[in-house]
């Protein structure tokens, strides 16, 4: 099931937020009305983590990570890297990584098992990337655009695309991916749809903005209520007539 939040006066929680299936990361903030509403929807099952990277909130642009791992940027303090890492499962690799791209999360789209990445990040990276999320890389565009951490939100059930992705490419990269895909937008109509929205194998936070229709793709693709994408257009169809 998808919550609505807003994290102050964003709308944009993908980029204040880091959810994985192992753990979920929050920007530090001076409301602590959204870090309880997101402790109230999964410290059940994650440890939800408070912090900053490179004395900043946007934690959700600057990591990549999955299960297994956290990948942070060299502009992470020690400090920061040890508070993350005593507050993560064992199992759960953290890793800093010397790379000029420091905004890992805009370059990076991962699961558990395969990873989109900006097609010119180092090869030391990429081997880092696999590595230590234990994934498979490929370097890869989303209609154009070569930042496909932020045109991309990705879980082990599917895929979430920049909406102007033509359907050879949604074919393409359903297939290097091994999910459904689905273009699509967020925050009525936001292309941004990382930005927007995270996800992980059994909830989605989004954006406040977010319209019903917007949310029954979210849920369908990724199957967060048992549905199935086939259902998608359904959905849409139903939530138009409920509109008009």
């Given at each position: 099931?998808?919550?609505?939040?807003?994290?102050?006066?964003?709308?944009?929680?993908?980029?204040?937020l880091k959810l994985t299936n192992k753990y979920c990361?929050?920007?530090?903030?001076?409301?602590?009305?959204?870090?309880?509403?997101?402790?109230?929807?999964l410290a059940d099952h994650i440890p939800v983590v408070e912090t900053s990277?490179?004395?900043t909130r946007i934690v959700g642009r600057l990591s990549a990570g999955n299960?297994?791992?956290?990948?942070?940027?060299?502009?992470c303090t020690d400090q920061?890297?040890?508070?993350?890492?005593?507050?993560?499962?064992?199992?759960?690799?953290?890793?800093?990584?010397?790379?000029?791209?420091?905004?890992?999360?805009?370059?990076?789209?991962t699961n558990d098992y395969v990873?989109?990445?900006?097609p010119d990040i180092d090869r030391e990276t990429e081997e880092i990337i696999a590595d230590v999320l234990?994934?498979?890389?490929?370097?890869q565009t989303v209609s154009g655009n070569v930042l496909v951490g932020t045109y991309c939100a990705l879980t082990n059930q599917g895929a979430l695309v920049h909406p102007m992705t033509s359907i050879a490419d949604q074919d393409e990269l359903s297939s290097l991916l091994q999910v459904p895909l689905v273009a699509g937008t967020v925050n009525r109509g936001n292309e941004c749809v990382a930005a927007g929205c995270v996800v992980n194998d059994w909830t989605a936070i989004v954006g406040a903005d977010t319209t019903a229709t917007e949310i029954s793709v979210i849920e369908s693709i990724?199957?967060?209520?048992?549905?199935?994408?086939?259902?998608?257009?359904?959905?849409?169809r139903s939530s138009i007539v409920d509109n008009v």
């Open positions: 099931m998808a919550t609505r939040l807003q994290y102050e006066n964003s709308c944009d929680v993908g980029v204040f990361l929050v920007g530090q903030c001076g409301s602590k009305q959204f870090l309880h509403t997101v402790e109230n929807r990277i490179a004395g299960k297994n791992g956290l990948l942070l940027p060299n502009t920061e890297l040890q508070q993350i890492r005593n507050s993560l499962p064992d199992e759960v690799v953290v890793q800093r990584i010397e790379e000029r791209f420091s905004a890992l999360g805009n370059c990076i789209a990873a989109l990445v900006h234990g994934v498979e890389v490929f370097r990724f199957a967060l209520q048992g549905s199935k994408p086939s259902n998608i257009i359904n959905n849409i």
